[in-house]
C-alpha cells in the first residue's frame, strides 16, 4: 500500500472547513488522486462529526481506482476541542482492513461448510440411532421374559431420547445448536407412549412450559424424562389404572427446573420397599452434572419428582444495574469454550456482546459497547496477545479478568486487570467469578468469592513478557 494508507494504520490530521471536503487532506497522499477519497458517504461521514452530531464512530468504503484492485478503508474521525469554533479540526485514523474482511469472509464460507456438514452427521446419526432403537423394540417384543422386555424397553427409550436431539439438531438452522424443549419432550413422550402405552386412552402424557437450550445440556434433560416417565409408566398405575403423566419445564434468568408429575398411586409408605436401579442412578448422575438437585415428593394423589437448578446468587445485585443489563466482552481463541461461556453468562442474566479471538477487533467492540467486564484469555488468535489488550483496555477504563492456564503471566499482569481465573475452569464458576467481581469493583463485599479466582489490587509494576 502506498506510504499514507499502510496495511496497519495511517493517522492523518487535518483541518477541515465548514463543508468538509476530503480532498483537502486526501493531496497529502501522493499514491492516490483527491477525487478518489471524495466519496459522499465520507463526505456526510466526516460532516456529522464537524457539527457535533455524528451517525456512527468509524465508516468502512470502498476505495476504488483503475486496474487497481479495491481497498476496505476503516476510517474513524475525532472531533479535536479547539477555542476557535469556527474552524472546526478532526483528526482522522485510516485503516486498511481489506485482508481483515477477506479473511472475515473465508471463516464465515468454512463455518457454513461445517454446519452444512455438522447437520449430515447428526442425520446421519440419527438414522443410525433409530435402526438401533428398532431393533431393541423387536427384541423385546419376541422376547418371553418380562424381565428382559422391560430391560430391552428401557434401552429403546434411552436410544430413542437421544436419537430425537440428533434428529432436531439435524434439520435446525440454529448455529448455535440451541433445542426447543416443549417440542423435543412432546416427540420423546410420543414415542414412549408408542412403545410402552398399549392402551393411549388410558394414560396421557402431557407436556407444559418449555424453552431453549444447549443441545448438551437438552441430552441431559431428556435422558431424565426418560428415566422419570418410564419409571411413571411401570409403577404408577397398577392394574389398569388409568391417568397422566405431566412433564414440565420453567426457566427464570439463571434458575430453571424439569418437573415429572402422575396422578397415579404415590410413593411407597415403607421405605424399604422402595427400590433404587440403574435409572435411579442415572437420574442423579446427570443432575449433579446440571448442577441441580433431586427432590421426590407427593402430588396428592401421585408423585412428583422436581430437578431444580438454583443461581440466585448470580442475579441479585450482578446482572443488572439500574434497570440494566451489565455487558461483558469475552475474547477467547476457543471457540468452543467462548460459546459455552456465553451460554451460561446469558442465562445469568447478562449481555455478551460479539465473541472475537483478535486484539483489534476486541478494542473497536469495547469503544463501540463500553463493556461493564472483559474476560480475556491471554493467547489469542494470530498471535495476538491477551495482557497487551488488556493494557489498553484498561485505557479505555473497561476492567479485565484473565482467563488463561498461564498463571504465572496473568499473576504478573496485575496492574492492567482486575483479577484472574486460572483454566481448567467450568462455566458455571466462571458466572460465579464475574458476578464476585462485579459487585466487589461496585463496593459491594457480601459475595463470596469462588474458589480459584485472584483479584488483583493493582499493586504490581512489572509484566511478564509475551511468551
Known amino acids: 500500500m502506498a506510504n499514507c494508507v499502510s496495511r496497519e494504520r495511517a493517522s492523518l490530521s487535518a483541518r477541515f472547513s465548514r463543508s468538509i471536503q476530503p480532498r483537502r487532506w ?3 497522499c501522493s499514491i492516490w488522486a483527491p477525487e478518489e477519497w471524495d466519496l459522499p458517504e465520507l463526505r456526510a461521514f466526516l460532516s456529522g462529526i464537524a457539527d457535533g452530531t455524528p451517525q456512527a464512530t468509524a465508516l468502512e468504503a470502498e476505495l476504488e481506482r483503475p486496474e487497481v484492485e479495491a481497498r476496505c478503508l476503516c476510517i474513524h474521525a475525532r472531533l479535536l476541542a479547539y477555542e476557535d469554533l469556527s474552524q472546526p479540526r478532526l483528526l482522522v485514523a485510516v485503516a486498511d482492513v481489506t485482508d481483515a474482511r477477506a479473511n472475515e469472509r473465508a471463516k464465515e464460507e468454512v463455518i457454513a461448510r461445517l454446519g452444512v456438514l455438522l447437520r449430515e452427521v447428526r442425520h446421519r446419526v440419527a438414522n443410525s440411532l433409530q435402526i438401533v432403537s428398532a431393533v431393541l423394540l423387536q427384541n423385546a417384543g419376541r422376547t ?7 430391560s430391552l424397553t428401557a434401552a429403546h427409550n434411552r436410544v430413542m431420547s437421544v436419537a430425537t436431539i440428533e434428529r432436531q439438531l439435524s434439520t435446525s438452522e440454529d448455529g448455535d445448536q440451541s433445542v ?3 417440542t423435543y419432550f412432546t416427540s420423546l413422550c410420543d414415542s414412549m407412549a408408542a412403545a410402552m402405552i398399549g392402551d393411549r386412552q388410558r394414560i396421557a402424557l402431557v407436556v407444559n412450559g418449555g424453552g431453549s437450550v444447549p443441545s448438551r445440556m437438552s441430552v441431559s434433560l431428556g435422558l431424565i424424562v426418560t428415566e422419570l416417565v418410564t419409571n411413571a409408566l411401570k409403577y404408577a398405575f397398577p392394574n389398569d389404572r388409568a391417568g397422566q403423566i405431566e412433564v414440565g419445564y420453567q426457566a427464570h434468568g439463571p434458575n430453571w427446573s424439569l418437573t415429572v408429575k402422575d396422578n397415579g398411586v404415590g410413593m411407597p409408605t415403607d421405605p424399604s420397599v422402595v427400590r433404587t436401579g440403574l435409572g435411579t442412578s442415572m437420574v442423579q448422575a446427570l443432575a449433579r452434572q446440571l448442577q441441580a438437585k433431586v427432590d421426590i415428593g407427593p402430588a396428592i394423589p401421585g408423585t412428583v419428582i422436581s430437578i431444580e437448578h438454583r443461581q440466585i446468587a448470580l442475579i441479585k445485585g450482578s446482572s443488572e444495574t439500574d434497570g440494566r443489563r451489565k455487558k461483558l466482552m469475552i475474547v477467547e481463541d476457543e471457540a468452543l469454550v467462548a460459546m459455552t461461556l456465553r451460554d451460561e453468562l446469558e442465562g445469568a442474566g447478562y449481555q455478551v456482546l460479539d465473541l472475537t479471538d483478535r486484539h483489534e ?3 473497536a467492540v469495547a469503544r463501540e459497547s463500553s463493556p461493564d467486564l472483559a474476560l ?6 494470530g498471535r495476538d496477545d ?10 479505555l477504563d473497561i476492567p479485565v479478568l484473565l482467563i488463561s492456564g498461564q498463571v504465572s503471566r496473568a499473576h504478573s499482569a496485575q496492574t492492567v486487570a482486575v483479577g484472574s481465573m486460572p483454566k481448567p475452569y467450568s462455566a458455571l464458576e466462571m458466572a460465579q467469578a464475574v458476578a464476585y467481581l462485579l459487585a466487589h469493583l461496585a463496593g459491594d463485599e457480601s459475595h463470596v468469592r469462588p474458589e480459584g479466582l485472584e483479584v488483583f489490587d493493582g499493586s504490581q509494576e512489572d509484566l511478564a513478557p509475551a511468551a
Open 361 to 363: 477487533e476486541a478494542v
Open 144 to 150: 418371553k421374559s418380562a424381565e428382559a422386555r422391560a
Open 386 to 395: 491477551g495482557i497487551e489488550l488488556a493494557k489498553q483496555l484498561k485505557v
Open 376 to 381: 480475556v484469555n491471554i493467547q489469542l488468535g
Open 180 to 182: 426447543e424443549l416443549e
Open 26 to 28: 486526501a493531496r497529502r
